[in-house]
């Protein structure tokens, strides 16, 4: 890296997503200073395949503020008059929970959050694009996260405006301007779309977008029949958003929230993001810059969890919109596969015991380990013994052990890591 001072010493708080136990503690294992996450339906979430309940906030918060993290819950969907008592409920269990702040878009929602005395941050939804819309929303949110359309430069005059205008929210601070910086992105206006809705009735601003965006297309000629496949990209579907190269810049621009994309993702997802952003924060802040080599590596590891492809700065730069996906699926340059379960950590000798119960395994090959308690754990595994004997292999249905510095509990699941094929 090479050494060059900071443009400023403030503070930056990075925001992981968690969309489960086992995410919220891969996330503050992994260094992030706050974590978000949504409870119930009203969130833009909903319909991930795990999600929180409201009688999870006591815990959440706990372990949130056991790590040094503070706790943001995700109320940011569109509600409806019925649905009123249900915003007030979750944000008095917010409040005794003490959740530090709420995310929200829709004013009823902002109304009952302060209602509650809690700090509300503005969700991308509300599409704020200039100063004017900053100051309107300063009288409800200490944080605002303005539209995704904005370029960097327009986000820099944005800050800027804030600190010579004056700009506070309730809490009596300088309004703080939260942008995304890595993660799946989405072809609608700030994430406001109706495709999903128009096609099965299920709205994405109510957190139940089915995603029809992220399939392939085909044009077919009314008069003869005959049908293309568009350009053999899916044309809806940008790539995920990956800002590490420029983060630097993100940062001296006066961005004081830096937030990850994905409380959809998996636990090994939200930990090896918020690991490469966490060392490139850190960087910043000791005035340091990456050179070629460093973001070389940071960008390989972010690559060998789930991703579309990346499109480094996107609306960031002034690109226009063109990074389509060439695969709705997983890019990943690493793939899981589940081989068995943890039965015993040895916490003297540091070793892991592991029943394999659906694949064998190989000394040297890199593990994965997760659960709701533990959150990721990853290694290479050297040596290896099987059914208490040195080995270079191990079969399906052995009984194995091998060094794992870091606790890893009984029932956690375990998983080989190995290079993706070319032709997957």
């Known amino acids: 890296m090479n050494t060059e001072k900071s443009a400023s010493t403030r503070s930056v708080i990075l925001l992981a997503p968690a969309g489960d136990f086992e995410s919220l503690h891969a996330a503050l294992r992994?260094?992030?200073d706050a974590v978000y996450f949504g409870?119930?339906?009203l969130n833009m979430r909903s319909r991930a395949a795990a999600n929180f309940r409201r009688e999870d906030l006591p815990r959440i918060t706990e372990l949130?503020?056991?790590?040094?993290?503070?706790?943001?819950l995700a109320l940011n969907t569109i509600v409806y008059d019925s649905e009123i008592p249900a915003v007030r409920g979750i944000c008095a269990d917010a409040k005794n929970a003490g959740v530090d702040a709420v995310i929200a878009a829709d004013p009823a929602v902002l109304a009952a959050v302060g209602e509650a005395g809690l700090p509300a941050h503005l969700s991308v939804q509300a599409n704020v694009a200039n100063l004017a819309a900053v100051r309107f929303y300063a009288r409800y949110a200490d944080v605002v996260v303005p539209a995704r359309e904005l370029t960097l430069a327009q986000i820099g005059r944005l800050c800027a405006g804030i600190r010579e205008q004056n700009i506070r929210g309730p809490s009596g601070e300088l309004v703080g301007i939260e942008l995304f910086v890595h993660g799946a992105l989405c072809a609608a206006v700030s994430g406001k779309c109706y495709m999903s809705l128009a096609v099965f009735n299920t709205s994405a601003n109510r957190g139940n977008c089915y995603q029809p965006c992220r399939r392939s297309y085909t044009v077919r000629d009314t008069v003869t029949g005959q049908e293309l496949v568009i350009d053999n990209r899916y044309v809806m579907s940008p790539r995920d958003l990956c800002t590490v190269g420029i983060l630097p810049r993100i940062l001296d621009a006066g961005v004081s929230v830096l937030k990850i994309e994905g409380r959809g993702r998996s636990s090994d997802y939200v930990a090896a993001v918020t690991r490469v952003y966490r060392e490139a924060v850190n960087a910043w802040r000791s005035g340091l810059r990456p050179d070629r080599g460093q973001l070389a590596q940071w960008e390989k590891r972010l690559g060998e969890v789930f991703n579309r492809g990346f499109w480094h700065g996107g609306y960031y730069l002034g690109e226009k919109t063109g990074e389509w996906a060439e695969s709705a699926e997983n890019r990943s340059t690493l793939v899981k596969?589940?081989?068995?379960?943890?039965?015993?950590?040895?916490?003297?000798?540091?070793?892991?015991?592991?029943?394999?119960?659906?694949?064998?395994?190989?000394?040297?090959?890199?593990?994965?380990?997760?659960?709701?308690?533990?959150?990721?754990?990853?290694?290479v595994i050297d040596p290896l013994r099987a059914e208490d004997a040195a080995a270079d292999s191990a079969a399906k249905g052995s009984e194995i052990t091998f060094p794992v510095p870091e606790l890893v509990r009984e029932g956690d699941k375990f998983y080989i890591l190995s290079e993706r094929n070319a032709e997957e």
């Open 337 to 379: 596969t589940f081989a068995g379960k943890v039965t015993h950590w040895y916490p003297k000798l540091k070793v892991a015991a592991v029943r394999l119960t659906a694949r064998g395994v190989r000394a040297g090959e890199r593990f994965l380990v997760t659960g709701p308690t533990t959150g990721v754990v990853e290694g």
């Open 30 to 32: 992994s260094g992030a």
């Open 39 to 41: 409870v119930g339906t």
């Open 64 to 72: 949130c503020h056991g790590a040094g993290a503070r706790a943001f």
